[in-house]
């Protein structure tokens, strides 16, 4: 996939046709999205805590009608989980939007990140293992958040939904959209592979 420049969507390139972004061609090594499925957290390998999702329920960075809005049931830790075992350094990411909370954690063997959409703002735990985050606006109130760890032997990472003031713990009803998260191996996040079945390699350009 790409940001196409023009229209600002997330757009599929045909097969050997080169994909142009804002800044220029898009030239990426090869990276397999270890999520079986991207867009749909009621499906195989994810784990709902305290917390509902419902899929079609905004439109997606990519313009169709596949966000899914999640929601928590729990006043408390309210998490999307998903197991996948990685060897290195791994990078998890996830398209955002506001709800009615603006604040997420990415968690990601064992360490921790927060994201405020309304601020841009980053905020790390204190961790040597924490190699590199990032947020990007990629319009319509979505926004891509990330973060590496180079810690391994853990297996669990996690989008967890924030309380409205961006406290750790979320109360009943705190919501955001969420779409395409990908876990991937490497110090930083590349394009969105999207998944819908099984894990998914976008060979190097």
Same mark, same amino acid.
């Given at each position: 996939t790409y940001v196409d420049p023009v229209s600002g969507l997330v757009k599929t390139a045909p097969d050997n046709v080169a994909r142009v972004e804002k800044g220029g061609l898009l030239v990426e090594e090869a990276r397999t999205n270890e999520v079986q499925f991207s867009e749909d957290y009621n499906a195989t390998g994810w784990t709902r805590t305290g917390i509902t999702s419902t899929i079609n329920s905004g439109t997606a960075p990519d313009g169709t009608n596949t966000a899914s809005l999640v929601q928590s049931t729990v006043n408390g830790a309210a #998490?999307?989980?998903? /197991?996948?075992?990685?060897? @290195?350094?791994?990078?998890? #990411?996830? /398209?955002?939007?506001? @709800?009615? #909370?603006?604040? $997420?954690?990415?968690?990601?063997h064992d360490d921790q990140v927060k /994201?405020?959409?309304?601020?841009?703002? $980053?905020? %790390?735990?204190?961790?040597?293992? $924490?190699? %590199?985050? #990032?947020i990007e606006d990629v319009g319509n109130g979505w926004y891509r958040c990330s973060m590496t760890s180079t810690r391994t032997g853990q297996t669990e990472k996690r989008v967890i939904v924030n309380n409205s003031d961006g406290s750790y713990q979320a109360s009943i009803g705190d919501n955001i959209y969420v779409w395409g998260v990908q876990i991937e191996e490497g110090d930083f996040p590349t394009s969105y592979i999207p998944t819908s079945g099984s894990t998914y390699q976008r060979l190097a350009d």
């Open positions: #998490s999307l989980k998903y /197991f996948v075992a990685t060897t @290195g350094a791994t990078t998890l #990411s996830a /398209f955002v939007k506001a @709800g009615t #909370s603006h604040t $997420i954690h990415l968690y990601l /994201f405020d959409l309304s601020t841009e703002t $980053i905020t %790390a735990a204190s961790s040597a293992t $924490i190699f %590199a985050t #990032s």
